[in-house]
Nanobody, 121 residues
C-alpha cells in the first residue's frame, strides 16, 4: 500500500489548509486512517483518526473544534480540513493507514512520506 499526502504549505495564523492522503495498491481493505504530526524536537503525535466502518472520529484536544477529518472510502482517500491555524500547528503531517489483506493475518501499518505545514504568526 502506498500513501501519498498533499496540501501542505505556508499559511498565516488564522488561515486554513486542507490535507489529502490517497491510498493505492491492490487487494487490501483499510480498517482505519489517521493523521499524525511531528514538530522539530518533539515526538510524533496523533492529530485525528477515522474508522472505515461507521466513520467514527477521534481528535487530539489541541485541534478539537478547528480540524475536521473525513474520508471517501470509494477513493481510499482521507482529508484533514484545518481551520483557525496557529503557529503551534507547525509540523510535518503524516498519514497513517491500518490495512487488512485477504491473504495475510492481522493488521498492517503504513505511513506516508509527510507534508510540511508551516503557520506564521
Amino acid at each position: 500500500v502506498q500513501l501519498v499526502e498533499s496540501g501542505g504549505g505556508l499559511v498565516q495564523a488564522g488561515g486554513s489548509l486542507r490535507l489529502s492522503c490517497a491510498a493505492s495498491g491492490s487487494t487490501f481493505a483499510i480498517n482505519a486512517m489517521g493523521w499524525y504530526r511531528q514538530a522539530p524536537g518533539k515526538q510524533r503525535e496523533l492529530v485525528a483518526d477515522i474508522t472505515s466502518g461507521d466513520g467514527s472520529t477521534n481528535y487530539a484536544d489541541s485541534v478539537k473544534g478547528r480540524f475536521t477529518v473525513s474520508r471517501d472510502n470509494a477513493k481510499n482517500t482521507m482529508y484533514l480540513q484545518m481551520n483557525s491555524l496557529k503557529p503551534e500547528d507547525t509540523a510535518v503531517y503524516y498519514c497513517n493507514a491500518e490495512v487488512e489483506y485477504s491473504n495475510l493475518p492481522g493488521l498492517h501499518d503504513y505511513w506516508g512520506q509527510g507534508t510540511q505545514v508551516t503557520v506564521s504568526s
